[in-house]
């Protein structure tokens, strides 16, 4: 009990908050969206930075919204968050340091830690940097401590003065005189403060600079005359500072994005044929043994297992996929297929579909809602929908299950070892017992028991001579249009 409290007070006491500024529009991006809303990997950059947050466990967020703000309230709306995440909005635009003024009453619910502010369209920001750049802001004591990085053309980011011991300020870049401008030391936008220190400093902004701004890095020169101190930490990924400001900017981001997450799985053992159009979201896991062919897109929660060959052409988002799967211009969403199964050229795997161990769909089948037994084959040219189907089920070509009346659907149920013959319209709701057969052409409207075979279609008829009949009739009629040639 007594340590259960001195926990939960140490906790407390540790308590770090984050505001991420997201006011800006991305004028040059000719949309209008906000531009944390763009996406990098299927993903709004804005959930890039926040999952960083939350995977380093800062969970305790604010995100300043400003243009078109109602976006951002919807997005965080539906989105499953780990802490809290609020919002404060910035009505105008003035700069960065007003943008965190918007945050004070946030910042003021407890002050009893450090501040983490963040740039809502810097997607790349890092679990190691937000740690490594704590870690350090604690052990040096200072007051604020800029996350920095050095890049070959610093063109239009603050730089950072150095001093012996620490910063004594970051000057932006029309703010630089001509030996500043040489500094390839960068301010990236991210920084610790102090709590109590940030908000001595931002009531003391004013916008005596070129831009006319509010300044948040003037909060550097703030604290150091009021003697705390400042200091900076070098991030060790280069790209943390890097967003986009315009449609290419935010193209180079996707690229970026897409070669570091191949290069991890390359090292996890994963084989990539040729990554031309291959993209894998950052949530994706691959097994090893697995070849990737061109032009697959692996998005949301998707887990693919081992030696599995994922040919060309596949989406796969949010499944499941088992090992030794071989999927070929597939297309699955929210679906789940087990260890060797063997399914294309093209197929739709629709939402809540399970493909079990073994089983075997061919092109131009869809499947939805519906569970498919292990070593069932679904070879051509179906539809199987809202249906649980049995283990080693054959389907003939063209089979259509026909789960919906206009108004409601039914499911279908299909038992182990029934033969469903060509081009049989299963009319649901309705029940195929374990070996049963449908012949051919069938219109099932009835359930069918085990073992029985079904046929719902007329007696064959021959009548002989009809042709004959026809073409007399035809050659009369075309004799009197034409005439005999
Ligand atoms: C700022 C830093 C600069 C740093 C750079 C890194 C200042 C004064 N300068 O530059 O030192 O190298 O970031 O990218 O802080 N925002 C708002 N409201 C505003 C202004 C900005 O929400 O009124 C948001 C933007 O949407 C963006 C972030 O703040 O997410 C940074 O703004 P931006 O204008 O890109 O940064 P700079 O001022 O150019
Ligand atoms: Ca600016």
């Excluded at 180079?252 to 994963?270: F, T, Y």
């Excluded at 009346?405 to 374990?434: H, M, Q």
Aim: with cysteine.
């Amino acid at each position: 009990m007594g340590a259960a409290l001195f926990y939960d007070m140490k906790e407390k006491a540790m308590a770090n908050n984050v505001v991420i500024l997201a006011g800006g529009q991305g004028k040059r991006m000719k949309t209008n969206k906000p531009k944390v809303l763009l996406e990098v990997l299927g993903e709004p950059m804005l959930e890039w930075v926040i999952s960083a947050c939350e995977d380093s466990g800062m969970e305790n967020i604010c995100v300043v919204k400003g243009f078109e703000c109602e976006q951002i309230d919807e997005y965080l709306a539906q989105r499953q968050t780990k802490g809290t995440v609020e919002t404060a909005l910035q009505a105008e635009r003035l700069g960065t340091g007003h943008a965190v003024m918007q945050a004070v009453d946030f910042l003021k619910k407890d002050t009893s830690g450090n501040t983490l502010i963040l740039c809502g369209d810097a997607p790349f920001i890092d679990e190691e940097t937000i740690k490594g750049s704590l870690a350090h802001h604690t052990e040096s004591g200072a007051a604020v401590t800029v996350v920095t990085s050095k890049i070959k053309d610093p063109t239009g980011y603050g730089r950072i003065i150095r001093t012996d011991n620490g910063i004594s300020g970051i000057r932006e870049h029309k703010d630089c005189t001509p030996e500043q401008l040489l500094i390839d030391e960068i301010n990236s936008g991210c920084y610790w403060f102090k709590t109590e220190a940030l908000l001595e400093a931002l009531p003391l902004l004013d916008r005596n600079n070129a831009q006319g701004e509010y300044y948040l890095t003037d909060c550097i020169e703030i604290l150091l005359s009021k003697g705390y101190k400042a200091d900076a930490f070098t991030s060790r990924n280069p790209q943390v500072s890097q967003g986009a400001n315009d449609r290419k900017g935010l193209l180079a981001l996707n690229d970026i994005a897409r070669k570091l997450i191949i290069d991890k799985w390359l090292d996890e053992g994963v084989e990539f044929v040729c990554t031309d159009g291959v993209s894998v979201g950052r949530k994706v896991t691959i097994g090893t043994g697995t070849r990737i062919d061109s032009n697959v897109k692996l998005r949301g929660n998707t887990v693919i297992g081992k030696d599995c060959k994922i040919g060309v052409g596949c989406i796969i988002e949010n499944s499941v996929i088992g090992d030794g799967v071989d999927l070929n211009y597939v297309q699955a969403y929210n679906a789940r297929v087990d260890d060797n199964a063997k399914i294309g050229p093209f197929v739709q795997l629709r939402p809540n579909s399970h493909i079990k161990k073994g089983a075997k769909i061919g092109d131009f089948v869809e499947i939805k809602n519906s569970t498919v037994g292990e070593y069932t084959c679904v070879a051509h040219l179906t539809y199987v929908g809202d249906s649980d189907v049995g283990k080693n089920v054959n389907f003939g070509c063209g089979v259509v299950t026909v789960n919906f009346d206009g108004e409601k659907k039914y499911r279908t149920t299909i038992g182990d070892n029934a033969f469903i013959g060509c081009n049989t319209n299963l009319v649901s709701p309705v029940n195929i017992g374990d070996g049963a057969y449908t012949g051919a052409g069938s219109t099932i409207t009835k359930d069918v028991p085990a073992g029985a075979l079904a046929l719902e279609r007329t007696d064959m008829k021959i009548i002989e001579g009809y042709a004959e009949r026809k073409l007399k009739a035809r050659t009369e009629k075309f004799i009197k249009a034409h005439g005999d040639e």
